[in-house]
């Protein structure tokens, strides 16, 4: 259902140096520290291309620098771009918090850009400021520097039996970014690459990250005619492949006055049993919340004027009552954040629960606020199964904003995807 192309991949030359000390991770992740740690290891890192998160805005100076770079580094041999169009195959190893070594696939190429909620279905509202920093560097430099991060089914295990053997061959590059360690090949076959096409043609795909520069890149090829341009450079992974991990976004509750404060538990209480426990760590709490979870709803609270961890089990008949007067809502029943947010947090609060409402994928980090004082009650909930988020994501609803946090994340830097004809990077 979806048109998946190879495409002619730009890649950093040996005279750049080694490949680790060039990639970095997700823009809107990185910090101006990181930002300047990153460089400090080497002037032609990645980050002074796709620049970090522009959180109180941005010079615009900023985007034609990242424009003058990428085209010298290109003109001086920094960057090279692959003479055939490849799909590329990344595998990324990582330590999971069990302490077992993961691997995860996945699948680079162009995707043909189209609009949203047929057969590519994303799950989130996005924000102007976002999208409006993703355009004014798209049009600065006309080129993807990071994948988006898409999944699909293999049903029948036909991409991963490819990428089996494609793994057999020697890699085209290898890095490590922190903790986890990459390979990259080349597939240039092309007997391998009209059966990945066609494959792919049967598929809808699914954003797990990327929704802003998805309808960024979308905006972008309304406005140009370069073929390249109506292609936007994604990673696609299986969501049967064992090294995808779908962590939970936490909440925690900062800066309220105690009379909402009071509503809020008064409210958890009317919707919730609440069962106190002595676990305080989050690695112990993570734990006992996903065995809950395959029950259903699993959410603990932790408040700064209590010594102890309240598991919240619904009283199910009448959250079941409250969804039922909206039908259409009926298929998050099952999502933590959607409950808090439309059960505890909008009825209190209003549409502007957003804030005091704030979200954090780190547990501890939100348990040791909360013991500090300087968040005052935090809801620590389980990830969402990827079944239930396929489930949810196929019927049209959007999860609330930070409800998801894929594990890892893409790094940039491995390839390049050129978005103007006259730089022959497609087909």
């Not at 991949?9 to 490949?19: C, D, L, M, N, T």
């Not at 590519?120 to 080129?143: C, F, W, Y």
């Not at 494609?166 to 690459?193: H, K």
Request: glycine share 4%.
């Amino acid at each position: 259902m979806v048109d998946f192309h190879p495409f002619r991949g730009i890649r950093y030359s040996s005279s750049a140096g080694e490949i680790s000390s060039l990639i970095c991770p997700p823009y809107d992740v990185i910090s101006d520290e990181d930002r300047e740690t990153l460089l400090s290891k080497n002037e032609y890192n990645m980050v002074r291309l796709e620049l970090s998160e522009a959180i109180s805005g941005r010079d615009p100076q900023e985007y034609a620098s990242s424009s003058l770079n990428y085209s010298s580094w290109l003109s001086h041999g920094i960057l090279f771009q692959d003479e055939n169009p490849s799909f590329y195959m990344l595998r990324q190893s990582f330590i999971s918090t069990n302490g077992i070594t993961n691997y995860r696939y996945s699948l680079i190429g162009a995707l043909r850009l189209e609009e949203l909620g047929k057969r590519i279905k994303p799950h989130e509202n996005t924000g102007i400021r976002a999208k409006n920093d993703r355009m004014e560097l798209m049009e600065s430099v006309q080129a993807n520097f990071s994948p988006l991060f898409m999944l699909f089914r293999d049903h029948e295990h036909q991409i991963k039996s490819m990428m089996a053997e494609v793994e057999l061959q020697n890699p085209i590059m290898e890095a490590t970014l922190i903790d986890e360690e990459f390979s990259v090949w080349a597939i240039e076959d092309d007997s391998l690459i009209e059966t990945i096409q066609k494959l792919m043609a049967t598929k809808n795909v699914y954003i797990a990250d990327g929704h802003h520069r998805y309808e960024t890149s979308l905006q972008y090829s309304k406005k140009h005619a370069d073929l390249s341009s109506q292609y936007v450079m994604s990673a696609l992974v299986s969501f049967d492949d064992s090294g995808l991990k779908l962590l939970p976004y936490n909440r925690f509750i900062s800066n309220l006055d105690d009379r909402s404060l009071s509503l809020i538990v008064d409210r958890v209480y009317e919707y919730f049993e609440v069962e106190r426990i002595p676990i305080t760590d989050y690695r112990s709490l993570s734990m006992l919340l996903e065995q809950k979870g395959n029950q259903g709803l699993s959410i603990a609270m932790v408040e700064s004027t209590q010594p102890f961890v309240s598991i919240l089990n619904p009283k199910l008949n009448k959250i079941e009552n409250l969804i039922s007067e909206n039908p259409q809502h009926s298929s998050m029943s099952d999502i933590e954040a959607w409950i808090l947010q439309e059960i505890i947090f909008r009825p209190v609060l209003g549409d502007n629960y957003d804030e005091y409402v704030f979200a954090n994928h780190d547990g501890q980090l939100i348990i040791k606020a909360v013991e500090n004082k300087t968040a005052q009650i935090g809801f620590l909930l389980k990830g969402i199964p990827l079944d239930v988020f396929e489930r949810v994501v196929d019927s049209g609803i959007k999860l609330p904003r930070k409800s998801t946090y894929f594990w890892p994340k893409l790094p940039s830097g491995l390839l390049i995807k050129n978005l103007s004809d006259s730089k022959e990077s497609l087909f």
